[in-house]
């Protein structure tokens, strides 16, 4: 979400988790805002704007994906800390993670 602050434009992600936890990802833009008018000039504006922003949301996914994936190992040692185990559909997604996988119909 980019949001205003006092004129500084934020591309900004909010994680929040059951344990009393919350993880903020954002990145300034120095673009400005670009207006509602139709002005060739700020189309222009709009164009910087939407490239700059098209640039920090793969790099915003990236730094929640590397937090996400620290976070699910946490979580797994300390599962395993408890002496708890992964179900087999957990290993399972484990195993396949980041890989389409097609279930077959028998």
Known sequence: MASNNSSQQVLRAVYESPRPS????????????????TSAENTKV??????????????????????????MEEDKKE???QGRQLSEKEAK??????????????
């Open 46 to 71: 709009k164009v910087a704007y939407l490239s700059e922003l098209r640039s920090l949301v793969p790099k915003l996914q990236d730094e929640i994906n590397v937090f996400l994936t620290e976070r």
């Open 79 to 81: 599962a395993e800390a």
């Open 93 to 106: 997604e484990e195993e396949n993670y980041g890989e389409e996988v097609v279930e077959e119909d028998a």
């Open 22 to 37: 919350t993880n903020t990802f954002e990145h300034q833009l120095s673009s400005p805002h670009p207006s509602s008018d």
